[in-house]
């Protein structure tokens, strides 16, 4: 996670791909999910 990103309690990031990618995040091909800064959850 960059700096500035706001998430709700129970958010989970990382765990399901294509949640991520539903939410517009970058998946790499060896599964690691960036959020980028700024981002509210």
Known sequence: MDKN???QPHT???INKEED???GFYVSKG???VV???AVL
């Open 36 to 38: 980028p800064k700024d």
């Open 21 to 23: 990618l539903k939410r």
């Open 12 to 14: 989970e990031i990382g």
């Open 31 to 33: 599964g690691i999910t």
């Open 5 to 7: 990103v706001e998430f």
